[in-house]
């Protein structure tokens, strides 16, 4: 049995995780935009009664938390951004500071975990942040931002300890990893 599009929508909606517009949606899931509102508005209904509400801002829509959890979710988000923060994110921060401009695949394939999380909560906390990269759009690169080298006492990568000698051996590595293929 087929999926239902509006199923289809909340699928792709929870998948990309950020808003995107309808056309854009219409297009990932090869229907008309009419087909596509029609959805739309059976998933709005949907999940009227349940904690995530489909949000729209013009022809933008996107999955959040319904408005009856928002203090339970701001409490989560304070302790989120105020706790301390842990060795994978640690081990994240090292990667990005020494490796940047690093995809979310690299940093995965490199600590051999899902790190999804962990790099939501490093930009929400603006530790790290990430634009497309100009070779593949639909790959994000993450970057530190100029708040954690603040934080940190440096004016950039370059000044962090042994900086050179763990790109270079970084650099080395790689290039035998691509000699062995």
């Known amino acids: 049995m087929n999926p239902s599009l509006d199923t289809l929508i909340e699928a792709v909606l929870f998948w990309r995780g950020e808003p995107i517009e309808v056309g854009e949606l219409a297009r990932m899931l090869s229907a008309d935009v009419s087909k596509v509102e029609a959805g739309l508005a ?14 729209r801002a013009g022809d933008t829509v996107a999955l959040a938390t319904a408005p009856k959890a928002s203090e339970l979710i701001a409490r989560l988000r304070r302790e989120e951004l105020e706790g301390e923060l842990g060795k994978a994110a640690l081990q994240t921060l090292s990667i990005i500071l020494y490796r940047a401009p690093v ?3 690299d940093i995965e394939y490199i600590r051999g975990v899902n790190s ?8 929400v906390r603006g530790l790290v942040e990430r634009a497309a990269s100009k070779q593949d759009e639909r790959v994000f690169l993450y970057h530190p931002t100029l708040q ?16 050179a000698a763990a790109r270079a051996e970084m650099a080395a590595f790689e290039a035998s990893a691509v000699g062995d293929e």
């Open 42 to 55: 059976e998933l709005e209904r949907s999940l009227a009664s349940r904690g995530v509400r489909l949000m």
């Open 103 to 105: 995809s979310r695949r």
């Open 116 to 123: 999804t999380f962990i790099l939501r909560n490093l930009l």
């Open 148 to 163: 954690l080298f603040s934080l940190l006492g440096v004016a950039r990568a370059e000044e962090l300890p042994e900086y």
